[in-house]
C-alpha cells in the first residue's frame, strides 16, 4: 500500500475506567449497563455489537431501562424500582445532578471524564488566569472543572434549560463565586459576534451534536458548519492562546477526520494537533466502548 499517512498524525486512545461515582458494568447486544452513583441504568448503546458479559439477572439489577425504536427516535424508561430522581453524583468534588426525563440523556457524558482532569491541570499549570470559552456547555462539566482550577469562564449552549442545570451544578459544586458567564446563544452566533467585538479567549472547548438548534431556530448540522465554527473559533484565540479541544459523537466522521479539519483551520497557529478517541473501560470484562472522538490544538 503506497500512501502511508504522514508520522505527524498519530490517532490515540484516551481510555477511563470511571470513578468512585461512576462505572461502565458492561455492555452488549446494542445496549449499556452504568452505575451513576447508587443508581444502575441501562440505555441502548448502537455500538455494542457484541455480547453482554454480563448474565440477564445482573442486568435485571437496573432501577431503570430506556428503549427506543432507534437511536435517533426518543422512548421511554421503565422504572424498575422507586428511586430518588433527580440524584446528585460528585466528580472530584464537583457534584452534577442527574435526572431521567422523556431524553435519553440524563445529564452527564461521564467519557469526558479524562478530558475534564486535563482541563483542569493544564488550566492550574499556567502562571496567569486564563479566558475559557466552553461552547455546547450542557450541563457545565467542563466549565466547572475549569473555574474550579481558576479559569475565568464563558459557557455558552442553546438550551436555557441546560444553562440553567449547569448553574444549578455550580451552586450544588460550591463554585458561586468563581468568574462564570452564562450565555444562552447560537455557538456560531456567539462566536461570530465575540469576532466583531475582539474579545479574545486563552482556550476554547466545544462539543458539537450531530445536529442542534439555537434559541431562535438557528440550525447547527456538524459536518455543514464544523470548518465554519473552527475557523471562527481561531479568530477569537488570543496570541497567547493555549488550546482548542473539540469533542464529537454519533457522527461518521473520525478521529483522523477531525485532525485534518483542525489541522487546517490551525494552520496560523504553532502548535501541535493531536487527535484520538474517548473509550470506557467495562468493570464486567477488559473490554473498551469507544463513546466519543476528539482533536486537541495545543500551543
Ligand atoms: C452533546 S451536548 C454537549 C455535551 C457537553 N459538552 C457535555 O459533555 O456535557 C450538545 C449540547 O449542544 C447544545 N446545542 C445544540 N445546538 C446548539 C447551537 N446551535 N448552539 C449552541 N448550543 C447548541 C444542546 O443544547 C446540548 O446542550
Not at 45 to 60: G, I, R
Not at 173 to 183: A, E, F, G, H
Request: hydrophobic share 35%.
Amino acid at each position: 500500500m503506497s500512501n502511508s499517512i504522514p508520522n505527524n498524525t498519530s490517532i490515540s486512545v484516551t481510555t477511563s475506567s470511571g470513578w468512585s461515582d461512576y462505572a461502565l458494568l458492561d455492555s452488549g447486544d446494542g445496549m449499556k449497563l452504568e452505575r451513576y452513583g447508587e443508581m444502575l441504568l441501562s440505555r441502548p448503546e448502537p455500538e455494542a455489537f457484541w455480547s453482554k458479559s454480563l448474565p440477564p439477572q445482573d442486568w435485571a439489577k437496573a432501577n431503570a431501562a430506556y428503549n427506543s425504536p432507534s437511536q435517533d427516535e426518543n422512548g421511554t424508561w421503565t422504572y424498575r424500582s422507586r428511586f430518588n430522581n433527580p440524584w446528585i453524583i460528585s466528580i472530584e468534588g464537583i457534584h452534577s445532578k442527574l435526572e431521567l426525563s422523556s431524553s435519553r440523556h440524563i445529564g452527564l457524558f461521564p467519557e469526558q471524564y479524562p478530558q475534564w482532569l486535563w482541563l483542569r491541570d493544564h488550566i492550574l499549570e499556567q502562571h496567569t488566569p486564563m479566558k475559557v470559552l466552553n461552547l455546547f456547555g450542557y450541563t457545565g462539566m467542563a466549565t466547572l472543572f475549569a473555574a474550579q482550577a481558576g479559569a475565568q469562564v464563558t459557557h455558552v449552549d442553546a438550551s436555557k434549560k441546560a444553562v440553567s442545570w449547569a448553574k444549578e451544578n455550580q451552586t450544588l459544586s460550591d463554585l458561586q463565586d468563581k468568574p462564570v458567564r452564562w450565555i444562552v446563544d447560537d455557538a456560531l452566533k456567539f462566536v461570530k459576534r465575540e469576532a466583531r467585538r475582539q474579545n479574545y479567549y486563552d482556550a476554547i472547548v466545544l462539543d458539537p451534536p450531530k445536529f442542534g438548534r439555537g434559541p431562535n431556530g438557528e440550525v447547527w448540522e456538524f459536518y455543514k458548519y464544523l470548518p465554519n465554527l473552527l475557523s471562527a473559533c481561531e479568530s477569537i484565540l488570543s496570541k497567547q492562546a493555549s488550546f482548542l479541544l473539540l469533542t464529537a459523537y454519533a457522527v461518521k466522521a473520525s478521529a483522523l477526520t477531525l485532525q485534518r479539519a483542525m489541522q487546517e483551520k490551525m494552520q496560523p497557529r504553532q502548535g501541535t494537533i493531536s487527535a484520538g478517541e474517548l473509550a470506557q473501560q467495562e468493570t464486567a470484562s477488559d473490554r473498551y466502548l469507544s463513546r466519543a472522538i476528539y482533536a486537541l490544538w495545543k500551543k
